[in-house]
């Protein structure tokens, strides 16, 4: 069961403890990016953004699965794992990005 909970935003509720399966996770997939994003980078930092480590790292399999670019870069050319290296609660994500070969 999931709980919302004020988050940092006013106008944004955080939910707490939902269920992230498989069909769930691979919904991330099929976000659509903003005019001028590149889609890998957009589904990958809605990932990061949404998901607790252990789901981001099924989602980078999923991800991989279909061939997508884990390199992608931003519109300023850097890649999610340039960005999120300097986060200082990122680690787990780091290295699910380094296990599946980011940055290489």
Known sequence: MSEEVPAKRK????????????DRIRTFLDFLPPAGADADFHVLE????????????TFLDF???ENRNINAT??????LLDIISAHPRAAAYVDALRARTAGQ
């Open 63 to 65: 991800f991989l699965a």
């Open 74 to 79: 931003d519109v300023q050319g850097k890649t």
């Open 46 to 57: 809605k990932a990061y953004r949404g998901m607790k480590a252990e789901n981001f790292a």
């Open 11 to 22: 106008d944004k509720l955080q939910v707490i403890g939902e269920v992230f399966d498989d």
